[in-house]
């Protein structure tokens, strides 16, 4: 690895903040993928000149490191094999639906686990490799729960954190895993292993007290070598006031006026988005509108429900059923209540740049946001930055992490048909006072809470984690 990659802070996650894309001439070239990842870690990774370890996508191989809008990139490959069985596999058809309550039968496969140690391990190795005498090492999410363990190993002068975007489930649903062991002792190879919400620090705790047999004190857990992890909870969150800022410009308020002139003037616009997943209930949430219209509640006059779903995973077996449902839901639910030129559902399988879905959070009079388990689901937390003028009304699944945040939300579990349907009523006939009270409180939490103070409050603990292993450098 060249000298000049060496670096105080080395971000690794799964996928790298660009991906890989071929343009109509057949070149290819890089693109910032969007999404809270990015955004919450770029800031940290520019102050203190940090690199960014991941996978761009794809099965190239001859990618070098290269800096992509002042970021220092490196790119890791991944096989065929490696995709079908890290990614697709034990990434997302093992742990993604057993760390969210079961929404999905999670299959464990021993070849999986193989290739995802396999996996873990390069980019453990790449780490260890770029990373400067006690440099900091954040690792991200459920695909690399390993690397911290095997990183220590590697080079027991680095300060290394993890932090797990999505839901760490309860002990009763993780001691399912044949490798819980394993994946326990991974994580502790950090100092700091941070979750979106307390129950998920609490149930790695126990479970670590439980399975491993370490002392545990609070949120601290006592190795036998004398170190200290911690495990707390750190609710990440959005660039609030740059959403907002840009859900004011001229052009998005233009787009949005544009967008409610194609959905025909309806008087209230119901809006989900969310990537096509089944821990989404996108497919209950249709079905509860639908019923709404056949009561006769909500006219598909006056009101009509577009649904993003941003295309993901497409080579799981889960996700192509899914989409399939889905899409003849939307099909029926259209032929029996829409009328020419007013379907219930405007359906768009398609992912939209920040400005675009800035213009819709701002046509959005309800916003619907109802999986039955999200580590924080931030399109709740965006929708509510975009609402400048304390307008429009949020439906929640109290299962996602944001709703211990927005209480003021219109609070649903999503397992309830008939308590969605009366909440998707409630919202659509709420006043505009009612609606602004609540908004305007969430408003306040969004902004005092954005995604620095997260960065921030995450690298302060990694700071203090007591036993840290900058003391141990070697002179
Ligand atoms: C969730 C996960 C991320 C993941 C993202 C997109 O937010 O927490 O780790 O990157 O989904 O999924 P994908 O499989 O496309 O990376």
């Known amino acids: ?22 343009d109509s001439d057949g070149s290819k070239g890089w693109r910032t993928s969007p999404g809270g990842l990015v955004t919450a870690i770029e800031p940290v990774l520019r102050e203190n000149d940090g690199v960014w370890i991941g996978w761009p996508g794809g099965t ?22 490696e995709i079908e069985e890290h990614y697709e596999g034990f990434s997302n058809a093992t742990l993604w639906p057993l760390y969210h309550d079961l929404a999905a039968r999670p ?31 954040w690792v991200h999410d459920y695909q690399l729960q390993l690397v911290p363990a095997m990183l220590r190993e590697l080079r027991p002068d680095l300060k290394i954190g993890f932090y797990l975007h999505i839901p760490f489930p309860p002990a009763e649903l993780f001691s399912q895993l044949p490798w819980r062991r394993q994946i326990l002792e991974g994580l502790l190879g950090a100092d700091l292993v941070g979750f979106q919400l307390a129950g998920a620090a609490q149930n790695f705790i126990r479970l670590v007290r439980q399975r491993v047999g370490h002392k545990t004190h609070r949120d601290l857990v006592y190795l036998p070598d004398g170190r200290t992890v911690r495990a ?27 967008i409610r002139e194609a959905l025909g003037n309806p008087r209230q616009v119901f809006l ?14 249709l079905r509860a509108f639908a019923e709404v219209i056949a009561d006769g509640d909500i006219d598909v006059d006056d009101a009509v429900f577009v649904q993003v779903a941003v295309p993901s995973r497409e080579q799981v ?5 899914l989409r399939d449902e889905i ?8 032929g029996d209540h829409g009328k020419l030129g007013r379907p219930a559902i405007h359906y768009l399988h398609s992912s939209y740049p920040r400005d675009e879905m800035a213009a819709l ?69 709420a006043e505009d006072r009612e609606r602004a009270r609540r908004m305007r409180a969430m408003r306040k939490t969004i902004r005092q809470h954005d995604v620095a103070a997260w960065a921030d409050s995450f690298m302060t603990s990694l700071t203090e984690v007591p036993g840290n292993h900058a003391k141990t450098l070697k002179p």
């Not at 802070?9 to 894309?21: C, K, S």
């Not at 496969?109 to 190795?125: G, I, L, P």
């Not at 689901?377 to 929708?383: D, F, G, I, S, T």
Request: negative net charge; proline residues 3%; glycine residues 6%.
């Open 60 to 81: 190239d191989t001859d990618l070098e490191p290269f800096t992509e809008d002042g970021m220092r990139l490196i790119p890791m490959s991944m096989s065929q094999e």
């Open 272 to 285: 989900g988005v969310d990537r096509l997943d089944y821990t989404k209930g996108i497919y209950a949430r």
């Open 317 to 321: 077996e889960t996700y192509k059923v």
């Open 327 to 334: 899409e003849r839901l939307v099909g029926r639910i259209n």
């Open 232 to 258: 707390a909870a750190y609710p990440i969150s959005i660039d609030a006031a740059g959403l907002e800022e840009l859900a004011q410009t001229e052009s998005v308020l233009a787009r949005s006026k544009e």
């Open 361 to 429: 959070y701002r046509t959005a009079d309800v916003m619907v946001v109802t999986p039955y388990r999200d580590g924080m689901n931030l399109v709740a937390k965006e929708y509510v930055a975009c609402r400048g003028a304390d307008d429009g009304a949020l439906i929640l699944s109290e299962f996602a992490g944001a709703a211990d945040e927005l209480r003021q939300a219109w609070l649903v579990n999503p397992y309830d048909l008939n308590g969605m349907k009366q909440a998707l009523v409630d919202a659509y006939r």
């Open 107 to 137: 299959e464990f496969h021993r070849e999986w686990w193989d290739t995802y140690q396999r996996v873990n391990k390069r980019f453990a190795e790449k780490a260890a490799s770029v990373a400067a005498e006690g440099a900091t090492v």
């Open 1 to 22: 690895m060249v000298r000049s990659m060496q670096a105080d802070l080395v971000v690794v996650a799964n996928r790298l903040p660009v991906d890989r894309i071929t």
